[in-house]
């Protein structure tokens, strides 16, 4: 059974800072791998996407990598700012067992200002 | 573009009353999905559609949810009758194609459920 972790569950950092989000999960064998935003009170938006057979996506000041083999994905948030402050999910689709996109809990990023 | 359309956004009643939530989503997305958020988790997928069809329901609770998509475009999702464990935000998403095949998930911005 697929199981999606991410660590740290909750993170406050200073303005500027780069930062690191992880996520793993327990079966290698996925399609692909994305990255969600969700603000308070909001659904989720999609940062970006990583096929199975990519390495890495970048989109502006984010940039996601994925180590299949590992169980690994980190996201990497360049020069935080304040607006960056929301809760940060991984989600992974398996290619076995069905179609289900399975969801980590999150991180919850505040940037202070 | 218009978004996922979801209401009502916010929604109070009393266990074992009955609710509906419905979902409009992206004009063309063939498949849509129904999941559970409970404070502090990360969604879980209670069912998912490919056009009108059923491709997963396995975490749906049956004896008590039910979800229909009629004509292939918006859906409703019930739950009959409410426990209190169903308090959660209930978010629809679509995307044009299955998440396997690389399609971003849009998603609304969810109902929430308070169950009192």
């Known amino acids: 059974k697929q199981e999606v972790t991410q660590i740290p569950a909750a993170l406050s950092v200073p303005e500027g800072e780069n930062l690191v989000l992880n996520c793993s999960f327990t079966d290698s064998a996925i399609y692909n791998l994305q990255w969600f935003r969700q603000d308070p009170g909001k659904g989720l938006t999609s940062l970006l996407l990583?096929?199975?057979?990519?390495r890495e996506q970048t989109s502006g000041r984010l940039n996601a990598s994925l180590d299949k083999s590992s169980g690994r994905s980190t996201l990497y948030i360049a020069a935080s700012q304040p607006g960056d402050s929301a809760t940060y999910l991984c989600a992974v689709s398996p290619n076995t067992g069905g179609f289900k996109t399975i969801f980590g809990a999150g991180t919850r990023l505040f940037v202070k200002a | 573009e218009a978004g996922v359309a979801q209401s009502p956004r916010y929604k109070i009643i009393e266990k074992r009353q009955s609710v509906a939530f419905w979902c409009n989503p992206i004009s063309g997305h063939a498949t849509l999905y129904w999941y559970q958020q409970i404070l502090g988790q990360g969604p879980k997928l209670l069912i998912q559609f490919q056009n009108n069809g059923v491709v997963d329901d396995s975490q749906l609770p049956k004896d008590r949810f039910s979800a229909e998509r009629l004509k292939g475009v918006d859906s409703t999702l019930k739950i009959q009758p409410a426990k209190l464990e169903d308090s959660a935000v209930y978010l629809c998403?679509?995307?044009?194609?299955?998440?396997?095949?690389?399609?971003?998930?849009?998603f609304g911005e969810g109902s929430w459920l308070t169950v009192v």
């Open positions: 990583i096929q199975s057979s990519q």
């Open positions: 998403a679509s995307s044009l194609g299955q998440s396997i095949s690389g399609n971003t998930i849009y």
